[in-house]
């Protein structure tokens, strides 16, 4: 156990010395106190490294906990919709599955203001949840024709199917259905 925490502590004192630095080096960050947790990381790093040898753990351990680590955070970030690795997973699921995925669906929280009222609609694999403060939260399952142009979404609580207009500008993060234009928020 002990092990474990030490190489996962080495992990840690390279994150914070690499995140630090960026800070520092971008002046979002007071250059005194950036440098002190820069020296400290850098330091607790470096006795941590000479523990580490006592334990006589190699390097080839680190770095394969360091790449497990990595792995299971680029996982948890796709699978939580976090662009562009949402993209990636979607592409190695229909890759798989042999369904061809595009890119050029929208994913995420798009925000509209109709009458006055904000709305919103999020996009999750294959469903689309619609906000506002009147008509509160509505889920559709949805496909998009395969010429783009239109959208098909289905109630998933009443069963009701509609088909409206529909366009997504990939550059400007802009999602259109019928009338309503939703910008990414």
Same mark, same amino acid.
Request: hydrophobic share 45%; with cysteine; aromatic share 14%.
């Given at each position: ?25 971008? @002046?979002?960050? @007071? ?8 020296? +400290? ?49 979607? #592409? ?10 595009? &890119?050029? #669906?929208? &994913? ?5 203001? +109709? ?16 906000? @506002? ?13 395969? @010429? ?26 802009? +999602? ?10």
């Amino acid at each position: 156990m002990k092990k474990a925490f030490l190489i996962f502590l080495v992990i840690v004192c390279l994150a914070v010395a690499g995140w630090n630095a960026y800070l520092l080096f971008t @002046d979002q960050i @007071d250059p005194r106190t950036g440098w002190i947790i820069l020296a +400290v990381s850098i330091g607790v790093l470096f006795w941590n490294i000479s523990v580490l040898r006592a334990y006589r753990i190699r390097t080839g351990t680190v770095v394969a906990v360091f790449l497990i680590l990595a792995l299971i955070a680029m996982a948890t970030s796709a699978f939580a919709g976090i662009e562009p690795l949402a993209t990636y997973e979607k #592409n190695v699921i229909g890759w798989f599955s042999g369904i061809s995925v595009t &890119s050029n #669906n929208p &994913s995420g929280t798009y925000v509209a203001t +109709v009458l006055g009222f904000e709305q919103s609609i999020t996009f999750k694999r294959s469903t689309v949840e619609f906000f @506002d403060i009147l008509e509160g939260k509505r889920i559709f399952e949805f496909s998009i024709s395969q @010429d783009g142009n239109s959208i098909t979404s289905k109630n998933v609580a009443t069963g009701e199917t509609y088909t409206s207009n529909y366009r997504y500008i990939k550059e400007y993060q802009i +999602v259109v259905i019928g009338q309503l234009e939703y910008h990414r928020q």
